[in-house]
């Protein structure tokens, strides 16, 4: 029976650990609550050089502008593709680079019914000498920016692919799917209503699945049937919380360059973060031949560009 079973295990090592498609086996036990999912570029977000001071900054709505809903093999789908949640992540991203004061405006109407309550409520049981002691409600906080945007397209299979061997009953496969969701983030002038910068940004969703099954009859009459399987899915939310941290990072950046805002040390122009972003973009600006094609070849910088 061990000389049987060598070849199966054999092929079960070779399946997960087939080059892209490993993957890591999950934990199938109830756990506490934990802290707030921190993405890869989260690290660098909270790291950018300090601002000379910060900017007051609205965010009204920051929605899916995909219309798109989760397939269904057999029925229809009300199950949005992406999360409906974007403009609490971008308000998240928004403190935690340390560049903007955020100021309410989701909720807006709910913050004026408070204002509004507060007003009835020492006007109805205060007297007429209490109320010259109390102090005034102060006025809110106006921004000097507005950010606008949203997750504008979710492409689902644009990579599929696959691997699979079989031999005497025996056999497994791996396969992977890429989907790939983008963000538009503009900021907007509150004085006169001018786009003053908009940057893009574009994440990769994997999912990946491995299985493995024998059908074999080890001896006579006995006959050996097995099945297993894994798959991982990266969290759609978790992807647009990255994008959206990355639209806030690259805006910074932008805004520095253009001189839309001062950093606390000009000296930290030549900052590491700075310097990655330059070599970044250099790597994504291509020039076009008569043809209308890339030319991979012909990388452009900013810095050539304008010149």
């Not at 498609?21 to 756990?31: G, L």
């Not at 945007?149 to 689902?156: H, M, Q, V």
Request: glycine content about 6%; overall charge neutral.
């Amino acid at each position: 029976m061990m000389k049987s079973l060598t070849l199966p295990c054999l092929l079960v090592v070779g399946i997960f650990l087939f080059p892209g498609c490993a993957v890591q086996m999950a934990k199938f036990a109830t756990e506490q609550a934990t802290m707030g999912y921190t993405t890869a570029l989260h690290k660098a977000l909270i790291s950018l050089p300090a601002p000379e001071q910060k900017i007051p900054v609205a965010v009204y709505k920051f929605r899916d502008q995909t219309g798109q809903y989760k397939p269904h093999p057999t029925a229809a789908s009300f199950s949005t593709s992406v999360t409906q949640g974007a403009t609490s992540m971008l308000i998240k991203a928004l403190e935690d680079s340390g560049w903007f004061v955020v100021i309410e405006r989701e909720s807006l109407p709910n913050l004026l019914t408070e204002r509004k309550i507060v007003r009835q409520t020492r006007e109805g049981f205060l007297k007429e000498d209490q109320k010259n002691n109390v102090d005034p409600l102060p006025p809110l906080m106006y921004a000097a920016i507005m950010l606008e945007g949203g997750i504008i397209s979710y492409d689902t299979n644009l990579i599929t692919g696959g691997f699979g061997a079989k031999y005497f009953g025996v056999g497994g496969s791996a396969q992977i799917r890429s989907d790939q969701l983008s963000i538009y983030l503009r900021a907007v002038s509150i004085k006169n209503g001018l786009v003053l910068k908009t940057v893009s940004t574009s994440k990769t969703i994997l999912s990946r699945e491995v299985d493995f099954g024998i059908f074999r009859f080890v001896s006579y009459k006995h006959l050996l049937e097995v099945e297993a399987g894994l798959s991982t899915n990266e969290p759609t939310q978790m992807c647009v919380l990255e994008a959206t941290e990355k639209a806030v990072y690259d805006l910074i950046i932008e805004g520095i360059l253009s001189g839309l805002w001062r950093l606390k040390n000009p000296e930290e122009i030549q900052s590491p973060a700075i310097q990655q972003y330059l070599k970044e973009k250099e790597e994504v600006e291509v020039r076009f031949d008569e043809k209308g094609e890339v030319r991979k070849s012909d990388i452009v910088s900013k810095r050539n560009s304008k010149e």
